[in-house]
Each structure stands twice: as C-alpha cells, then as structure tokens.
C-alpha cells in the first residue's frame, strides 16, 4: 500500500460531483463493497441536484453483484444509521458531503451496528476497488433487487421522539433546516412533539443547500429567531447548533458541558467522562473540571470521538462543531442532541441563556496558512520555539494549538486567550513564522 492517499477519509469519501465523485466511480465502489457482503444494502441521501444520481449509480452497482438495495430517499444521516441498525442490512450507505456547498458530494458507509465502519473494513473496501476489473457479475436470476422504505421518515422520527420524556405543547421553536436533510423530518419531529415552530431554509431546491444558513452559519438563524430556542442543522443533519434565547450561537462545546453537566448530576454519565477532540475550548475544559468530569481528547474528527467512547464505554462524546455522540456509540445526528438538549431546559426549568453559563467561552482564532509540503510541520523548529514562547506568555489564560490539515497543504493555527484581540494578536505572530518557515 505504501503511502498513497486513502480512498476514505474521517468521514467517508467527498470530492466535486460529477467530477471526482461520477456515476461510474460509485457504481465500481458499490460493486466493490458488494462483493465483501452477503446481505442487503440501505441507501439515504440529501438534497443535493447530484444525490439522486450517485444514488442511482451505487443501487445499480449493488445489484450488479447481487446484493439487494433498500431506498429511504431523502433522510437525516442519523435516520439512515438508526434504519441500518433496527433493520438486516449489512451497510447503511449516506450520499452526502454534509455541510459542505452544493457542488461537493460525498459517501459514506455504516455497518450494521449504525456506526462507521472500522478502518479495516473500510480498507477491504478500497483495496477491492482499487483491484478493479474484473468483477463479479451475477447471473439474470440472482441480479440484486430494489424496494423502498416508504415510512422510513416517519420511523425515524417515531424513534427521535421516544427519546424525550415531555411533551413540548406550548414550547416555541425556530429551526434552520439548511435546505437539506432535514427539511421535513426536523419539523415533522418538534410539531409531533407538540412544540409551535418556525421553519427556516426549508425548501431544498438541489443548489442551496448549506447556503448562507444551517449549522455552518448559525448567524442566519440568530438574527430571526431572538425570544425563542433556535435549533441549526447542516445538510445532512448530523450537526446541531442551538440559539439561545437572546439570539446568540450556542456550539458544540456549549451544548456538551450542558448535557455532559445534567447527564453526571442524574447518574447517567457513564464513566464520569466525556470525549473530545483537541479544539475543545478552554472555557469547556475548565468548566468539567471543575465539575469532576475526566476528559479524553482525541485527535478532530467524530470518528475519533467515537473510537475513544468505544474503548472507554462512554455515552457522551463530540465536537465543537455540533456533531455530539450518546450512550448508542453509532454516530453524531443532530435531530437527536436537540430532543437531549430539551429535555435539559424541560427538566431543569431553565432556558439556555441560563444554562449556558455553566462554562465561559474564552475568544477562539484559527488560522489557516498554505505550505509547502504539511508533513514538514513536525520539523519546523522556528515555528515550535515560536509556539512555546506564545504558551509561556499566556500561561493559564489560553493555549495554542498547531496542526497540519488531514487533507490539504495547510498549517492551521488555533489560538484561545482572555481576549479576543490577544487570541488575534498572537495567532497572527505565528501565522508569520509559519509562513516564513513552511510556506
């Protein structure tokens, strides 16, 4: 294998619709994941103008080798890992770039279990495609047949709402479903549950998905949605950003303490920890301490959340982002953090300007710089003795973080300080020693 690129990356497989994501590479790839198979497929997608084609394309390729395709068309990616793992399917298979723009696709896999799939499977995957021709072809008889899920939403959307012990009749609500996967299901879920809601970004028209709204640009919603909770989804529905009351953006990290603080205080916190990735804000990681909660930080990407919840039998782990895992250890979806993070605010009584204060977000700057070559970080010894100097005069009032970008030719520098233009100030000296080094 050497070291060439993987196929798969932390959350499955992007590249520019029709382009580098073609009907004829996700008809090879589905052929080639089908071969490692003896069981049905189910297949979801988002609102994407090229989802239905790269669905199409992997529903042939299955059947191609005689594995039998289950449509559940347009769905939530959470819906699609709760249908792979309450139905026989063998993999769950999400035709998504998530919260990217609407010109990027995406694959990505689940097994049985609703979780992604391990590394080594995903490696027979790909070294089964990259084998290529000739593959197997089954005979008239054998030829994989389609059938849909017709309920599949409302399934889903049954399964969401069992998770919350209150109704939510008086309760108001603002959602920004990003024009993608959840455009039916988030509002479908919260008028079911009882709630009266005012849906934004609801009309998918193949293009705007992700476009100025969702969970990526939180600051949509914050303008429109001021004395009421706000709720954000990206594209795909695995992310969720909540807007308090007064209109301001809670993330991930914030969403995390408030659940990670009500689970331990009901007993439900299992582990008396909860996982991470290295952006994990200061303000977030000063407030578990403070609570007695351990924190296990793992490398970014949910995967690795997931990974470390899996070893250590977490039920709660996430990302700043929005993506945030529970006790079922399959993967982030955002219709279920909403319905956990009400039944905080019904059972406490509280709104989420108050529970919010549970941390102090301290000012975060990232910076990204475009370098030569990202393997050449680890030896950039200006650029080290510069972070070293930067965590010696900041001391317990923020931290530097230095990373290479997993897929492209960047450095990214985060910086958290007191101050947002102490945060700016420092991050800026050492995007020029970056630079000046690496680029």
């Known amino acids: 294998m050497g070291d060439r690129p993987r196929l ?21 790839l589905a052929k080639a994941a089908g071969e490692t ?18 669905a199409a394309a992997l529903h042939s390729g299955f059947n191609a080798v005689g594995i039998d395709t289950v449509d559940v068309g347009v769905l939530p990616t959470g819906g699609v890992s709760y249908l792979t793992r309450t139905t026989d399917a063998w993999y769950g298979v999400v035709v998504s770039a998530s919260h990217n723009p609407a010109e990027d696709n995406g694959i990505k896999f689940f097994g049985s ?17 990259l084998q290529g021709e000739p593959w197997k072809k089954a005979s008239a008889d054998l030829i994989g047949l ?44 919260f ?57 301001t953006p809670a993330n991930g990290d914030v969403v995390l303490a408030i659940l990670a603080s009500y689970l ?22 000063r407030a578990m301490e403070g609570l007695g909660i351990e924190l296990i930080e793992t490398a970014v990407g949910d995967r690795y959340v997931l990974d470390a919840m899996m070893e250590r039998r977490l039920s709660l782990g ?54 030569r070559a990202r393997e050449e970080l680890a030896g950039a010894d200006s650029l080290w003795a510069a972070v070293a100097a930067a965590e010696a005069d900041l001391g317990d009032d923020g931290r530097v ?19 947002a233009l102490r945060a700016a100030t420092v991050a800026d000296e050492l995007v020029d020693v970056a630079r000046a080094e690496l680029g």
């Open 146 to 189: 389609q059938r849909e899920i017709e309920d599949a939403q409302d399934r889903y959307v049954a399964y969401v709402a069992s998770l919350l012990p209150y109704s939510l009749k008086g309760f108001e609500l603002a959602l920004d479903c990003a024009n993608g996967s959840a455009f039916l299901a988030a509002p479908d879920l």
């Open 37 to 54: 198979i003896d069981g049905s497929v189910l297949i979801g997608r988002d609102t994407r103008r090229s989802s239905p084609m790269l």
């Open 401 to 419: 973080l230095v990373r290479a970008s997993g897929t492209e030719p960047l450095v990214r520098v985060m910086v958290e300080a007191d101050t």
């Open 318 to 371: 996430g990302e700043q982002s929005g993506h945030v895992i529970f006790e079922d250890r399959t993967t982030g979806d955002g219709l279920v953090t909403a319905v956990r993070l009400l039944e905080v605010l019904m059972s406490t009584g509280k709104p989420l300007t108050e529970l919010r204060t549970i941390m102090t977000e301290y000012p975060q700057v990232i910076r990204n710089v475009r370098v």
């Open 8 to 28: 798969f990356g932390t959350d499955g497989i992007r590249g520019k619709a029709n382009t580098e994501l073609t009907p004829a590479f996700a008809m090879d």
């Open 113 to 129: 279990n609703g979780s992604k799939l391990s590394d080594e499977r995903e490696l027979m995957v790909e070294n089964r495609y």
């Open 264 to 285: 331990k205080e009901n007993g439900r916190l299992d582990g008396d920890a909860v996982a991470v990735t290295s952006m994990a804000n200061l303000g977030f990681r």
């Open 191 to 247: 008028e079911g549950l009882g709630a009266s809601v005012d849906v934004f970004c609801a009309e998918p028209n193949g293009t705007n998905i992700n476009d100025g709204c969702g969970a990526t640009r939180p600051e949509f919603l914050a303008r429109r949605s001021k004395g009421v909770l706000g709720l954000c989804f990206d594209g795909d529905a695995d992310r969720m950003i909540a807007i308090d009351e007064d209109g």
